[in-house]
């Protein structure tokens, strides 16, 4: 009797021994798994965060603006170079390098150091219309944007005095009136534009280059041209006067916003000239993959920033929603439109 107590209490205290042994196990197991979540949580977060695993940005940048200061593409540098400090911990200057419809900025940005430093502000001319009127040394491909920022209709505008108020009215005056129609700069989209519309509509006229859209507006006022193509923003203030009179903006459908919605575009009226300019940031095409990343990622940050959306609305500019990824293939596909819209 004596020997069947002494062997149940023998096996009550093993079992409790194993229980306890067990739950040990258990709590050890328990531990790891949550020191792993934990881990992997971690990866998962620097993962999405696309400076976790690079020594960028270091030092400050430069944004080189291939245009003067004081016009919409210098605006567009400076604002974002006053919100860099805040978004990459870094100052930002802006590098002013006119010349040649951009095309000087252009060629000596093919040998800036491809660190993700040296940043420089394109508008599609420079690749869609500057290689017709010139022998260039570069391409889109030499190139990687890192975001996209702005689209920006041409407008075709004349002198309320001109006595003309639609395209229609301006093919007539035109089949016995000289049009000369004045613009920014010879070789550039508006230079197009204005060449492609006096083609299509079959009237008597040039395309007069001036020395940007504020001397273009001058000689418009001043009665010394008949018509004008420029960007809204230049004109904006005599279109609302009643000084200007647009004839049609340069699209297949009209803009949205409320200063232009009732402009009739180029689309609708049957011609086949929709030159616009559209804008974006770039850097060398050898930039690494992880840099390119971390800008993309910043600069879109930016652009959702009031002091963005402030700045657009204040300039009479609309942002552009396209993917950097998507600029080498439009850029491309518009170059071939543009030669044959220009019989090329």
Known sequence: ???????????????????????????ETT????EQTETTAASDANAGDASADIDFPTRGFNIICP?????????ICRTFAEMIPDYMGQSCTVTNQEGAGGTIAATDFLTADADGYNIIQFASGVFEAQPLMRDVT?????YTAIACVTYEPLILWVNKDLGVTNAEEMVAYGQTNDVNIGQSGAGGLPDFAAQGILKQMGINGVSTPFDGESEAIAQLLGGHV??????????????????????????????????????????ELGYNVNFSVWKWLAVPKDTPDEIVSYLREKFDEMQKDDRWNEFLENSQLAGIDMDPNDVTDRINTEFGEIKEIMGM
């Open 138 to 142: 570069y391409k889109i491909e030499d």
């Open 226 to 267: 008949q018509a004008a193509v420029t960007h809204p923003t230049a004109a904006l203030q005599y279109y609302k006067d009643g000084t200007f009179v647009p004839i049609m903006i340069f699209a297949e459908e009209r803009d949205e916003r409320e200063e232009l919605k009732d402009i009739p575009c180029s689309g």
């Open 67 to 75: 245009w003067a200061a004081g016009g919409s593409s210098d605006l």
């Open 31 to 34: 531990s790891d798994k949550t």
């Open 1 to 27: 009797m004596k020997n069947k107590k002494l062997v149940a209490t023998l096996l009550v205290a093993t079992m409790a021994l194993s229980m306890i042994g067990c739950g040990s196990s258990t709590q």
